[in-house]
């Protein structure tokens, strides 16, 4: 069967929607479109069986919906209808919330419910965090289903008559504003979290206006409301009426003479204007009941060290880089055979910070800087012979942030995940050692084809390539808790001194062979000779990316994955999985 994506982007759900169908079989084609015209277009393009919208602004035109089957993705449960269906449900904080496909009509989200999901909401998730986690893992279940029923074509979706329907407006930034006077710190987190990562919430701050992203409550830290009182890793701390949180971004609003601004680590967007405040370090190990907030954390479980680290977005500036591998090397440095590498939930990494080095005052040299400290990063783990270092790989990764999980001996990997192994949308040849990590792997045939293809990897076809070697079958809330377990039967069940004396003889062995200097030279003189020519064309697609202008060639790559998706093979999905 043939099916069409149309999407406003191609995000995280569309991606995994697009692995997830081509997994199964089925011939998938995927358009990114602006606006009903752009609809059309996609839908003359690429003849399909059915239309699928996973994330989409706009309206599907009658003209289509009525020659066409179209199924919309609505995150909301049957009978709610809006814009801002997720921002309200965290806004207002519901604690169970669904997914609903519908089919597109003359009224929106008012079509036939062709399948629904619902799932619980955890009290400690910002908005993007839960479309990542929850929200995608129901999504992809009620489209699957969806498709299921169509193609059977014995099934006739539900009409939402008779159904309790609540079409709420969209929420506008009136409704978010913060009174940093009467409003509690659980109260501010609540509203950060349900404008998290778009739109933000504007608010004046030392005389500027800014859209805030993200925020994390502070225990210890007191002042009056409003003002700022303290910097924590490019975070600021700013009281509440009852305490204080941490806002880790901000993203400078469009005035009269001024373009809007790009999302950035606070203190790197509030410059001149930040007040001498104190900058207080992230604790590594925070003591037992502690709130307050650190994007690195190490614990220990016996022989088990765990390095947990969550950056937003995914995004690893220079700085991040370098506080990240100084806590690794804490961590090599406490008696553990085996070390975890990566966050509870969410994103792993997606790599370099492309913000701050569009933000940079020399953007070349801050891409030098920054791949450099990934590099870095990297070689710490991959020159590591005297433990076991796991890669946990809770939620996406992509470039070299992808490259950095296959340093470590073994990558286990939710099933909801997505990996894009590849650096070419963004006009890099890479580095983080992939020359190296990625065919030994994969085989240099395969290595080739997902650089060069550069096509979203679903966990399962990643486990099948041997990209990953354990799938988690967790929902997002209990993947920290899983690879805990996980980690503790490797030590318990396995011979850890023989493994870890094997894979220092092999990396003995590969460095006579070919030092890994030698791979990392080679990668970074092509970096290099990227960064440093002016019409190279990673800048205009660097600054299309965070200004969210679409990319130079965007169109002909999508249809290129359709292409490639036009003769798909099944993927065998995985029965052992990890819990």
């Not at 599907?60 to 814009?83: A, E, K, N, Q, Y």
């Not at 942030?401 to 099933?415: F, I, K, P, Q, T």
């Not at 039967?489 to 062995?509: F, G, M, N, Q, S």
């Amino acid at each position: 069967m043939r099916i069409l994506l149309v999407a406003s982007a191609f995000n995280s759900l569309t991606q995994r929607v697009f692995a997830e169908l081509g997994d199964r079989g089925y011939t998938v084609a995927a358009a990114v479109v602006d606006g009903e015209e752009a609809v059309r277009a996609a839908v003359r393009r690429h003849p399909a069986d059915l239309v699928i919208a996973p994330m989409l602004r706009t309206a599907v035109p009658r003209d289509v919906w009525s020659r066409h089957t179209c199924l919309v993705v609505h995150p909301g449960p049957p009978g709610d209808r809006g814009p801002s269906s997720l921002d309200r449900a965290l806004h207002d904080g519901e604690r169970q919330w669904g997914v609903t496909v519908l089919q597109a009509e003359e009224e929106m989200d008012a079509g036939a419910v062709w399948a629904d999901t619902g799932f619980a909401v955890p009290g400690d998730v910002a908005k993007s965090d839960l479309y990542r986690g929850e929200l995608a893992d129901a999504a992809v279940r009620a489209v699957l289903l969806a498709v299921e029923r169509y193609a059977s074509s014995g099934w006739t979706p539900r009409p939402q008559d008779g159904l309790p329907v609540r079409t709420r407006p969209y929420l506008r930034q009136e409704e978010r504003r913060i009174d940093w006077r009467t409003r509690t710190t659980a109260s501010v987190v609540r509203a950060l979290r349900a404008a998290d990562s778009q739109p933000g919430v504007r608010d004046e701050l030392l005389g500027g206006e800014w859209f805030l992203h993200g925020g994390h409550p502070e225990d210890r830290l007191r002042g009056t409301p409003g003002t700022v009182l303290a910097t924590r890793a490019g975070a600021i701390c700013r009281a509440t009426a009852d305490g204080a949180v941490w806002i880790p971004e901000l993203r400078r609003c469009r005035t009269e003479t001024d373009p809007p601004g790009i999302k950035l680590p606070a203190t790197l967007a509030l410059g001149e204007r930040l007040p001498p405040v104190p900058e207080t370090p992230p604790p590594l190990e925070p003591p037992p009941g502690s709130r307050t907030w650190s994007d690195i954390r190490y614990t220990e479980s016996g022989a088990v060290g765990f390095l947990r680290f969550r950056f937003p977005g995914g995004a690893m500036s220079t700085a991040h880089c370098r506080r990240l591998l100084t806590a690794y090397r804490h961590a090599c440095r406490r008696p553990t055979s085996v070390l975890v590498l990566g966050g509870e939930r969410d994103f792993f990494s997606n790599g370099i910070h492309l913000n701050v080095i569009e933000a940079a005052a020399d953007p070349a040299a801050e891409s030098w800087a920054n791949i450099n400290a990934m590099d870095d990063l990297v070689e710490a783990v991959l020159t590591t012979t005297d433990r076991l270092v796991v890669a946990a790989v809770a939620g996406n990764a992509a470039a070299g942030g992808a490259m950095l999980a296959l340093a470590a001996d073994e990558v286990w990997c939710r099933d909801g995940a997505i990996l894009n192994p590849h650096y070419r949308l963004m006009g890099l040849y890479g580095s983080e050692y992939w020359t190296y990590t990625l065919p030994r792997r994969v085989g240099a045939q395969q290595a080739a084809a997902l650089t060069e293809q550069a096509a979203p990897v679903s966990a399962a076809r990643a486990l099948t390539l041997g990209l990953v070697d354990r799938l988690v079958a967790a929902p997002p809330g209990e993947f920290g808790t899983a690879t805990a377990r996980m980690a503790t039967e490797l030590v318990r069940h396995t011979d850890v001194p023989a493994r870890i004396a094997a894979k220092k003889a092999a990396r003995d062995r590969d460095e006579q062979t070919r030092p890994l200097a030698s791979y990392r030279a080679e990668e970074l003189r092509r970096m290099h000779a990227t960064f440093f020519a002016p019409d190279a064309p990673y800048h205009a697609l660097r600054s299309a990316f965070v200004r969210k202008r679409p990319a130079p060639g965007a169109d002909e790559r999508l249809d290129t994955l359709s292409e490639l998706r036009s003769h798909p093979r099944p993927v065998r999905r995985a029965a052992e999985q990890s819990l």
